[in-house]
């Protein structure tokens, strides 16, 4: 089998890439991305590009304390050949799209036709998630996810080599993604027949996992791991909050089987339903094609148990590490219902065939969801319903601030800290010191040369903190009014 895509998929992975990328850049361009979380990771590229530490004034500690994700250091490299946000949104982008070729590939070795697997692979570039997440500023993570895919291509084709390149990059993108990488491995020992491949991801997952949650991150940043504070009916701790998952399960089971966890379960898989009514049609067992969903355990676990109600939500990055095994289930799921002579995929452990299901007696008066047109159709459907598309014609609402916007970003004039607002945050991260409103207090502005802010279309949680900072330069003689125009207004330190 050649692993090239065949024409239709590099020119879905071309398209797709643009598409999103002039989204994100769109967004970007009508002051709608956000400090948190582009302005981080743009300021840090930016400082390791100038050979400076990395440390996020954001967040007042060095970037290896925020998820130790050290694969952002080698986007410095770009930064240095121009600095420019655009390149971490067309990495983004790009990363997003290219998920696609290795779901093709997984679909061919499978052995579904070519007509299949090109539909399985729009419907990943159509699932909600990877439109969404594009929208939200950026996230290491989405890098990992063409890994992930790869390294079970890789895994699966027996090559050992690539396959570990792929899981030590994975494990780079984010420190939670160490337990993707570790179920990876349970997985592939115990289902795939890949022992090798799953031992390698088995202890590699666990030894980073220990090493980041107790070594890493608490050095950096002098606290616990980003996130421990949304389980904190669980712990205030990464062991505390293992510890108690054991201890009390009543309080998990309460979460588990909760309404919210209900829906957010349905709305996770409704994108890919389609794969399981082959099998519901044919009367074929179910379960033992859902044994790629084991690596989904740990981020659908921690969306659940967390405190947070949008890691339930599809607009958000905390859902991507599953998008690749709903995929490579429902791939398991059409091999299994349309068996070809070419399939070179099969489920090998005799364990797994024990594991049958009473067979269901049913009928569904539906389509046959292996027609390639039908995955499509539902996926469009999906993705209209779930996709952050509204949002493209939300942004054109502040346009009556744009051109001020504009004019106001070219009277920053140095290096200098920035005060500012979310909003705005991210068009002023290349330099070491800029802050968001909340972040200090009126009197209290002496690592700051300038403050920019949009009075008409403040960001909704610092408006306040806006007006009263206006007030207060105004009537300060350390400061002077540089400029405004349309409630947008720049003050300066006199010097």
Request: glycine fraction near 6%; proline fraction near 6%.
């Amino acid at each position: 089998m050649t692993l090239l895509p065949p024409p239709v998929v590099s020119r879905l992975v071309i398209i797709a890439a643009l598409v999103l990328f002039i989204c994100s850049s769109l967004r970007h361009a009508l002051f709608y991305s956000t400090g948190f979380d582009l302005g981080i990771y743009d300021q840090v590229v930016y400082l390791i590009s100038q050979g400076e530490s990395p440390i996020s004034s954001f967040l007042g500690y060095h970037h290896l304390g925020n998820h130790a994700a050290w694969a952002v250091y080698p986007l410095g490299l770009f930064y240095m050949i121009y600095p420019d946000v655009h390149w971490l949104l067309l990495l983004q982008a790009v990363c997003l799209a290219l998920g696609s070729w290795p779901t093709w590939c997984l679909a061919r070795l499978a052995g579904l036709d070519r007509g299949q697997a090109v539909a399985i692979a729009i419907s990943y570039l159509l699932y909600p998630v990877i439109f969404n997440i594009n929208l939200f500023d950026f996230h290491p993570e989405v890098m990992a996810l063409p890994a992930i895919l790869g390294a079970i291509l890789a895994a699966r084709l027996k090559r050992i080599f690539w396959f570990c390149i792929a899981i030590v990059w994975v494990l780079g993108c984010k420190a939670v993604l160490s337990l993707t990488v570790a179920f990876i491995g349970l997985w592939l020992l115990g289902f795939e027949k890949r022992k090798f491949c799953g031992l390698i991801a088995l202890c590699l997952g666990i030894f980073w996992f220990i090493v980041v949650t107790q070594g890493i991150i608490p050095f950096f940043s002098g606290e616990e791991v980003a996130g421990v504070g949304r389980y904190s009916y669980l712990g205030d701790s990464v062991v505390g909050i293992i510890f108690n998952i054991l201890l009390q399960p009543g309080a998990v089971l309460g979460k588990i089987l909760s309404f919210e966890t209900i829906k957010y379960i349905f709305v996770l898989f409704l994108p890919v339903i389609w794969g399981i009514f082959p099998l519901l049609q044919r009367n074929q067992a179910i379960l033992p094609n859902l044994i790629p969903l084991i690596p989904t355990i740990p981020t659908i676990m921690l969306n659940v148990l967390s405190e947070v109600s949008f890691q339930r939500s599809l607009d958000y990055q905390y859902s991507l590490p599953a998008i690749s095994f709903l995929l490579l289930t429902v791939i398991s799921c059409l091999a299994a219902a349309s068996p070809t002579e070419n399939q070179n995929i099969q489920i090998e452990s005799s364990w797994i065939i024990k594991l049958e299901i009473p067979k269901f007696n049913l009928r569904l008066p539906i389509p046959n969801f292996q027609y390639p047109r039908i995955i499509i159709l539902w996926s469009t459907l999906i993705f209209l319903l779930f996709g952050n598309l509204a949002s493209l014609f939300s942004y054109v609402g502040s346009f009556d601030t744009w051109q001020a916007t504009n004019n106001a970003i070219t009277y920053i004039k140095t290096k200098g800290g920035v005060l500012t607002d979310n909003r705005l945050a991210p068009h002023f991260t290349h330099r070491s010191m800029v802050k968001l409103l909340n972040q200090t207090q009126p009197d209290n502005l002496d690592e700051f040369d300038y403050v920019v802010l949009n009075l008409r279309h403040p960001w909704p949680d610092t408006e306040e903190a806006g007006i009263i900072l206006s007030k207060y330069l105004q009537n300060n003689q350390e400061w002077e009014l540089n400029y405004q125009e349309n409630d947008v207004i720049v003050f300066g330190r006199r010097e």
